[in-house]
């Protein structure tokens, strides 16, 4: 077996042996440690935006994605809801008080759950805080949209949200609706955050919530630049985007990105072409292949977010191989 090999069987090995002892009950108290509910999906990304009509032209007028609703709030709306399928949206949320002083446009990522409850309970059992170091609360509320949702946080401060639809929450109720035929894209795949310390967010994400790491890659052949992790009951992934130091307003908009799925990159590219990309936006690039052997184009809605269009297989069929290269200090 050569290094590389044996790295990487030792890494595979020592993330099942941890995730299997984080979720094996444990005597705790009056009884064992609840097990973790299935977590199936990416349910939604939530953004910050400085102009949400600006934001909607992007969305909805650029990419051709419907409105499904706007929640009020005392001066205006607190979000509008971008669907793309029947499980999955984007939150727009227009900048207020509570808005990142760093300029990040990225507010929460959020998770499909089948039991909110029970995932509550067991993030509970496993020492995991709410956004701020806050305890999490003792039961999951259900939102204004009518489903059971709670916020953790995890080891670099982001916001994760569990989500479970109930049968007369919105999610359910309205599906097949608001679903124009023109929207450019039908699945979000994955979501990319900023990550700093990489040992820290696989023991939350894999130790605790179960992910499976699927890919590892490099932009330079020297040092670590993505990792993939898949859910645990689905094919959605989160992108560990690995940054060495605090990245820039600008840097962050491109490092936290949601990512819509295609077909075709060509074909996307051509319907984009067509269409009239608000004045407030930046171009978006040329298609390409990555450094993950899948075509993609990215553009930018008018805050600078970027949102990755990208086939879902290799050019060539075959995988990309993933980088043996350490992480950014």
């Known amino acids: 077996m050569s290094a590389s090999a044996a790295r990487r069987t030792h890494h595979l090995l020592a993330s099942a042996a941890l995730a299997a002892l984080l979720a094996a009950p444990c005597p705790a108290g009056d009884g064992p440690a609840p097990r973790r509910p299935r977590i199936t999906g990416l349910s939604h990304v939530a953004l910050w935006v400085a102009n949400l009509d600006r934001s909607r032209a992007f969305y909805k007028g650029y990419l051709g994605f419907g409105e499904a609703y706007a929640l009020p709030a005392k001066d205006g709306v607190l979000l509008a809801c971008i669907k793309i399928n029947d499980r999955q949206w984007l939150e727009l949320f227009p900048t207020s008080e509570a808005t990142p002083r760093n ?16 995932m509550l309970e067991y993030l509970v059992s496993r020492g995991v805080r709410g956004p701020g170091g806050r305890p999490l609360p003792r039961a999951a509320p259900t939102g204004r949209a009518g489903n059971l949702n709670f916020f953790a946080e995890d080891p670099d401060g982001h916001i994760v949200e569990f989500v479970e639809y109930l049968p007369g929450g919105w999610t359910l109720a309205n599906k097949g609706r608001f679903l124009p035929a023109g929207r450019i894209s039908e699945r979000m795949s994955h979501a990319g955050i900023v990550v700093g310390n990489l040992g820290a967010s696989l023991r939350f994400y894999e130790g605790i919530l179960g992910f499976t790491e699927t890919w590892r890659g ?68 040329p298609a ?21 269009v990208m086939e879902p297989g290799t050019v060539d069929g075959k995988p990309a191989p993933s980088s043996e290269a350490p992480p950014p200090e």
């Open 288 to 308: 390409r292949t990555g450094i993950n052997r899948k075509r993609q184009v990215n553009a930018y809605d008018p805050d600078g977010t970027r949102v990755e």
């Open 218 to 285: 490099s932009s330079d052949g020297k040092t670590l630049s993505w990792v993939n992790l898949r859910v645990p009951d689905g094919t959605d992934y989160l992108e560990l985007m690995l940054v060495g130091a605090a990245p820039d307003t600008n840097r962050l908009h491109v490092l936290h990105h949601a990512c819509l799925e295609v077909p075709s990159v060509p074909a996307a590219e051509a319907v984009l072409r067509r269409r009239i990309l608000p004045e407030c936006c930046k171009p978006p690039t």
């Open 103 to 118: 300029g990040d446009s990225l507010y929460h990522v959020a998770f499909e759950t089948d039991n909110a409850q029970r």
